[in-house]
T-cell receptor, first 116, second 111 residues
Framework: AQTVTQSQPEMSVQEAETVTLSCTYD???????LFWYKQPPSRQMILVIR??????QNATENRFSVNFQKAAKSFSLKISDSQLGDAAMYFC?????????????FGTGTRLKVLA | KAGVTQTPRYLIKTRGQQVTLSCSPI?????VSWYQQTPGQGLQFLFE???????NKGNFPGRFSGRQFSNSRSEMNVSTLELGDSALYLC??????????FGQGTRLTVV
């Protein structure tokens, strides 16, 4: 069975600084998707970034980028120039690419605090 | 384009009662999934529907059920509520093999 592990329950970062959130996963499959979702106090899960496992290039979305290490089964999120609005719970998620399922497996989350 | 809409936003129920939660997916999305979020267990997959058929089910008791209508709207039902069912219930919709878009959730409190 696939598992997703986030070992950092809480992280803090100064405004304008850079922070990296860690995520490791376990799977026997070779093709899959990985995601980072953000959940602010409003509770709505917002997609931050996605990575297809077959792509070697790391995904980037503005200030957000990932370090995808397929062999190590590691998928970390780097937030550059942190802003107060980045404060939220961040969840790493895994999804198989096998057609017929849209089931996500989530990590336990990392609470990010941004200090002014 | 409207997002995923979940109703109601908040519910308070008594042990033993039953509850129905509703989810309207993004227009054109045919897949709807449900998740339970609690502080202790995190986000756990409940079930997924595609074109009115349940394709996957998580490890939850039979008290948890769901259905999907021809317009892709989905409902989930929890019967004989227990205190441990208190949680945030999140619905997500997807278009094809893409990322899921989540609603704001329904906060269920069982007293």
């Amino acid at each position: 069975a696939q598992t997703v592990t986030q070992s950092q329950p809480e992280m803090s970062v100064q405004e304008a600084e850079t922070v990296t959130l860690s995520c490791t996963y376990d799977t026997s499959e070779s093709d899959y998707y990985l995601f980072w979702y953000k959940q602010p106090p409003s509770r709505q899960m917002i997609l931050v970034i996605r990575q297809e496992a077959y792509k070697q290039q790391n995904a980037t979305e503005n200030r957000f980028s990932v370090n995808f290490q397929k062999a190590a089964k590691s998928f970390s999120l780097k937030i550059s120039d942190s802003q107060l609005g980045d404060a939220a719970m961040y969840f790493c998620a895994y999804k198989r690419t096998t057609s017929g399922t849209y089931k996500y497996i989530f990590g336990t989350g990392t609470r990010l605090k941004v200090l002014a | 384009k409207a997002g995923v809409t979940q109703t109601p936003r908040y519910l308070i129920k008594t042990r033993g009662q039953q509850v129905t939660l509703s989810c309207s997916p993004i227009s054109g999305h045919r897949s709807v999934s449900w998740y339970q979020q609690t502080p202790g267990q995190g986000l756990q997959f409940l079930f997924e529907y595609f074109s009115e058929t349940q394709r996957n089910k998580g490890n939850f008791p039979g008290r948890f059920s769901g259905r999907q209508f021809s317009n892709s709207r989905s409902e989930m039902n929890v019967s004989t509520l227990e205190l441990g069912d208190s949680a945030l219930y999140l619905c997500a919709s997807s278009l094809g093999d893409s990322e899921a878009f989540f609603g704001q959730g329904t906060r269920l409190t069982v007293v």
